[in-house]
């Protein structure tokens, strides 16, 4: 996180100061304008996209997902695959597409690069 | 035009895969050419010019290098490739780099009192850092006696315009679907299995990273009056926005590509369980960091040197591969602190593979561990 702070930063100075903030800044409640940002949406986001680096890794299910057995680190998942991608099909591309018709596009990151 | 737009989902892909599917064999690279380009142009517009110098300049070079390389004329060669070089960065150089020297300039004389140079700032084209490299791997390859040219410019501008990955990757290599340009299968099974690949990228996309982009946004924002608490937060969610932004795209550019039969390398391994920070550049954004091994890294001596030449060496690429994501002096600091921790990893003895023995795929070497 440390390198994705300069990496987002706008200027050396705004990760200078963002850097200090994170590491010795005052431990204060969460502040109004984060909060305001902390809907269920994105507390939902933030708890899912969590699990890329929070469950073991043995745990990851995403190579299974798209068919990747040879980099699934726990063999079980590839029996679950196949559910996996309904998942994805039923639920998630479903909630993609509602988020899409309700105008909550953004674009890619990399496309500034 | 953005592959999670209403235009593209709705309408663009939708209709490029029937009339495919209708296509004969023989008119589907003309078709899918015609649609990247229109896909270009709609967000690119005239910048599709550039594209198509670079996409001219790079195959004539390619023809001119193979046929020096078979006439073993190499100084001939050796001044093809550095001429591909020079256009290249040239390019990439001037709209990419061109505004940030001025600035730099101008602020130098500014501490001498002078007025700062008058200057209308250049627009970036979309995807040029991308499809620069792609198309200059492919002459540095003919040059390594990799693969045989392509004799038809529209064959070679389908590989570099390619709309899956034409904007932000993944960055191809000719030898990865070489074959496959010319000679691919349309079938119900890649349909699916890609279509399925697209769904999970877009799930990524649009219902991880956009739903915490805006935390990420109030927490960033210049002069944002933080607590210690919505940093860490403000932190947090950027480091899930830019994985799952990028990886999702990557998803679905690969999708999209088994969709035309196309098998485009992976680019991300789930990088945030690595070990290591050299173990995350085995599994961040690899084509990249393929592409900086094998045409920044061994070029300049790799690791066959003393141990300092190969710390200098990892430095540098390093610093190159943050100032090839923008010209800030972030993103050289950004990877000079990468470039530092695979230093560190060096020094510590970290080993090459993962402890558990993980990721047998990701076992070949990168410019973090050839």
Known sequence: ?113 | MVFSSQTFLFVFLPVLVVLYALTPRRLKNSLLLVASLLFYVWGGGWFIAWLLASVMGNWVLGLLTHRARLAEQRSAMRGWVALTVVLNIGLLGWFKYANFLVDQVSWFVELFGRDPITWTPILLPIGISFFTFQASSYVFDLSKGEGEPLKNPLDFALFVCLFPQLIAGPIVRYRQIARELVDREFTYENLCAGAVRFAHGLTKKVVIADSVAPIADAAFMPGADLTTTDAWIGAIAYTIQIYFDFSGYSDMAIGLGRMFGFTFPENFKHPYSSASMTEFWRRWHVTLSEWFRDYVYIPIGGSHGSKWLTYRNLIFVFLVTGFWHGANWTFVVWGAYHGLWLIIDRLQGRPERPRDGSSRSNARGSCCSS
């Open chain 1, 1 to 113: 996180m440390i390198g994705w702070i300069v990496f987002r930063a706008e200027s050396i100075g705004d990760a200078l100061t963002y850097w200090s903030i994170f590491l010795f800044g005052n431990t204060g409640p969460v502040s109004v304008p984060i909060a305001k940002e902390l809907t269920l949406q994105g507390m939902l986001g933030l708890v899912i996209g969590a699990s890329s680096f929070v469950v073991p890794r043995r745990w990851i299910v995403g190579a299974a997902i798209d068919g990747l057995h040879e980099d699934v680190v726990d063999t079980r998942f590839v029996r679950f695959a196949p559910i996996l991608r309904t998942v994805i099909v039923c639920v998630g591309l479903p909630i993609a597409i509602v988020l899409i018709l309700g105008g909550t596009f953004s674009p890619f990151l990399y496309f500034q690069f």
